[in-house]
């Protein structure tokens, strides 16, 4: 579990720097293998990495390559939840996109900066007018996850399915938590 949260914090140290740095961004798009590894991130053996710039206005779902049930269902959840408080999951204007690991791919989502975003973009992250949040990977049992801010990784912790929502403050301007 220690070389996971260390991964975890490695890996919102490098989101964070790609907001910061266009040239590390770039070459993080590039060669994610690469640059994972310069940052001390284990990297699986045989496994390709793809870095997908999340647009604004664009939700991403990434599903895990084994355990597809679990994962599905978990987001089935999720977007259950979110009906029942809002009753709207995708704003106007916006989109969902759900794709899913293969067992040679990973997708790596690389979020807008928060610079960029304006409250109505965050608050169609946060599915209101909290945080902005993407779960990257679903949280189908317990998991560790990274809270990654603007300004790097927060807090590395453990959350499961029913407690993934409430993690998050209306203080914090943006947040990725990063499951694995």
């Not at 914090?9 to 770039?26: F, P």
């Not at 916006?94 to 928060?114: C, F, G, H, K, M």
């Not at 608050?123 to 679903?138: F, I, N, W």
Request: proline share 6%; charged share 25%; hydrophobic share 45%.
């Amino acid at each position: 579990m220690a070389d996971k949260n260390q991964d975890l914090m490695k890996y919102g140290e490098v989101i964070s720097k790609c907001w910061e740095d266009e040239a590390y961004k770039k070459r993080f798009i590039e060669d994610p293998e690469s640059v994972m590894a310069e940052a001390g991130i284990t990297v699986e053996e045989g496994v390709t990495y793809k870095v997908i710039e999340q647009p604004k206005m664009v939700k991403y779902i990434v599903l895990p390559h084994e355990n597809a049930k679990e994962g599905v269902q978990a987001v089935a959840k999720s977007l259950l939840a979110l009906a029942e408080a809002k009753n709207v999951i995708v704003p106007e204007g916006a989109e969902a996109r759900i794709i899913q690991n293969t067992d040679d791919t990973r997708y790596l989502i690389l979020p807008v900066s928060p610079k960029t975003l304006t409250k109505t973009e965050l608050s169609m992250a946060a599915g209101g007018d909290a945080a902005a949040v993407t779960v990257v990977g679903p949280v189908v049992q317990e998991a560790t996850v990274a809270i990654v801010a603007e300004g790097g990784v927060m807090e590395v912790g453990t959350v499961s399915p029913s407690t993934v929502t409430a993690v998050v403050g209306p203080t914090v301007p943006y947040l990725q938590i990063v499951a694995c």
